[in-house]
Every structure is written in C-alpha cells, then in structure tokens.
C-alpha cells in the first residue's frame, strides 16, 4: 500500500509539474460587470490561430453538407431573426475583447430536431431548429443561449480544455516509464476526468452564463430571459434532458447563479433595451 500510495503522489506531481511548464497563464477577456477573474492555462502546442482555423475548415465542412442535404437556413424569417440577434451581440464582444471585435463571425440555422446550439473558436456559430420551436424561444432567450455560446468563444474554452489535456498527457507518459504503464491506465483517465474536465467543465458554463447574461443586457435584451430559457431547456427532454445540458452545473445551482447575475446587469439592460 505505501509503494502505492508512492506512486500515486508521484503521478500527482508529475501531471501538475508537466501542466505547469507545458501552459502559461493568461487572461482571455476582461472581467466585465459580471466579474470573470479566473486565470486560464493555456499551451504553446495549441495557437489560438491554428485552433481558429481549424474550426473554420470544420464549420464550412458542417455548412456544405447541411446545404447539400437542404437543412441550412431552411426557414428565410428564422434565419433572420437568428442573424438579428447574433449581430447585437457580437456588436458587445469589444467590452470583453475588443480582438473579437475583427473576428469572421458567423452564424446559420440548422434543421434538426435536436435542442443544441454551439460556437466555435473564432466566432462560427449554429442554432438548431429543435432549440428554437421546442422550447418557443423568445429573442431575449434567444439572446441568452446565442450569448452563452459566444462567451465559450471569447473565453478560449476549447483551447483551454486541450491545453489542459495534452499537459496531462505530457505528465502520464513521463510517469509510465517511472512506475509503469499498468497504474498509469488504471488511474490515468480517472485522475484526469476529475482534476480537469468535469471541474473545469462546470466552471466554463458558469463563466459562459455569466459573460453570456451580460452580453445579452448590453444589446438589450432582459437577462433574466436566461432564467426561463434554461428551464424551458431542461423541461424539453423529460427524463432525458437534451444532451446540451449534460455538462452543465445542476438546474438549482444554475439558476440562482444566474438570477444573481442578472440582477447585477439589469443596469446595463435599463440603459440598452429598445
């Protein structure tokens, strides 16, 4: 048991020494009114500019083939009333980064009955039909899940989950020569699972709802609308909710995360709204 025990404070340190002079901390955007501070790790091996590229080549992939298969802005008025509420927002991205401002932002509507929508790095955006007609989305919930998206953009989640992810793997396989490859598999996804993806899931979508709620105050839209967008979401799918929630922190936690941070940009909303 103590050579175990051993080995397994060896595998913590390795991983955290390796993560440490694999990623450089870094401020991804600015804290806004909704107070975003965390530090993020990011890595050498994953440019922002490579990453960004490389969701566009897949985005335009996705876009061809739903083109190709008549599932891309199908409805001409939804399409439009999607663009509307995108262009809002990203006209609020300069108080978070104001590089985001010069992105290749862009956005189409997909035909699937699936309640998702999603943004890649560098602003390429999808909402799927499914999300619009089954939870009867007003534009000021439109603008909540459309924000959310966004602000996982503007935030680098993506590239800072890889980040984390190759550093855990640089510590595994310097680690699976010291103590040998069989602890390393047995512990090695578990030990990544709950240091780094299900914690730093959570913590993105917190910081996405937040970010999200204030972009959607400053283009004017009510920001309390991600309340009862997010409600109407989990109610959707019954016992199965749709499998945009799955990493998402629990509903109770959730909403009172966001109605605290709705009141705190109620102000920017007053100012803004039309």
Known sequence: MKVLARKIKGLA????????V???????????????????????????????????????????????????????????????????????????RPDAQNWAWEIHVFNSNEVNAWCMPGGKMAVYTGLINKTKATDDELAAVIGHEMAHALREHSREQ???????????????????????????GTLTNVMFNLPNSRTHEM????????????????????????????????????EFLSTHPSPASRINDLQIAAQRVMPLYEQNKR
């Open 162 to 188: 890889m980040s984390q992810q190759m550093a855990t793997n640089i510590g595994l396989s310097v680690l699976s020569a010291v103590v040998g490859s069989s602890l390393v598999n047995d512990l090695g």
């Open 207 to 242: 910081e996405a709802d937040r970010l999200g709620v204030e972009l959607a105050a400053r283009a004017g839209y009510d920001p309390r609308a991600a309340v009862t967008l997010w409600q109407k979401m989990a109610q959707v799918g019954g016992d199965s909710p749709p």
């Open 13 to 20: 340190l390795v991983s955290g020494a390796s993560f440490l």
């Open 22 to 96: 694999a990623c450089t901390a870094m401020d991804t955007t600015g804290t806004g009114t909704v107070g975003i501070e965390r530090k993020q790790y990011m890595s050498s091996l994953v440019s922002e500019a490579e990453l960004n590229q490389t969701a566009t080549q897949q985005y335009n992939q996705m876009v061809s083939q739903a083109r190709a298969q008549s599932a891309l802005d199908v409805n001409q008025a939804q399409t439009k009333r999607v663009r509307t509420i995108a262009q809002r927002l990203i006209q609020q991205v300069g108080v978070f």
